[in-house]
């Protein structure tokens, strides 16, 4: 009986091994957290600062970072000075390049709204005044839909004059 045990139990474990896929490079993303974003704007180049993130670097591991949003995570810093409709542009210098981008544009008094990307550039708006950002951006799988590899969420702060 502790034989015929012993069989099924190797048998189970040989094809329960079988089964599983292996992880795949897609999967893989190097570095132990996500890239640096550059802003460049007329008045030079600007680092934008990482704030939430999930990054999965290799082998089933991972990390989730939180931190706050745009307003309470730029509070206190110089903002990027720039022009009425000057063009922004995001820079990163990774690959892979994320899959999915976002940005989301909020004023002083809280009002926010979604900015159209062209790529990885967008115009400031008309109106002078001072514009919190979150630039987001998704490396989602290539074998599995809806699964994220990675994200990582960045705020910078622009001072329109």
């Not at 591991?61 to 922004?88: H, K, L, N, R, Y």
């Not at 981008?101 to 926010?112: A, G, N, W």
Request: with cysteine; proline share 7%; net charge negative.
């Amino acid at each position: 009986m502790k034989k015929v045990i012993l069989i099924f139990t190797l048998v189970s474990a040989l094809l329960t091994a079988g089964c599983q896929q292996p992880f795949s490079d897609s999967r893989t993303l190097s570095g132990s957290e996500p890239p640096p974003v550059q802003v460049e704007t007329d008045s030079g180049q600007h680092d934008a600062e990482l704030g939430t993130y999930c990054w999965s670097h290799g082998k089933g591991s991972g990390m989730c970072v939180d931190a706050a949003g745009a307003i309470d995570s730029m509070a206190g810093q110089p903002p990027i000075q720039a022009a009425p409709g000057e063009t922004v542009r995001l820079l990163m210098d990774y690959e892979p390049k994320p899959t999915n981008l976002t940005l989301r544009q909020t004023t002083s008094d809280r009002q926010e709204t979604e900015v159209t990307l062209d790529g990885w550039e967008f115009k400031t708006p008309d109106a002078p005044g001072l514009y919190y950002y979150d630039f987001s951006a998704w490396w989602m799988d290539e074998d599995e839909e809806d699964v994220s590899n990675g994200d990582a969420h960045y705020s910078f702060l622009i001072q329109v004059q």
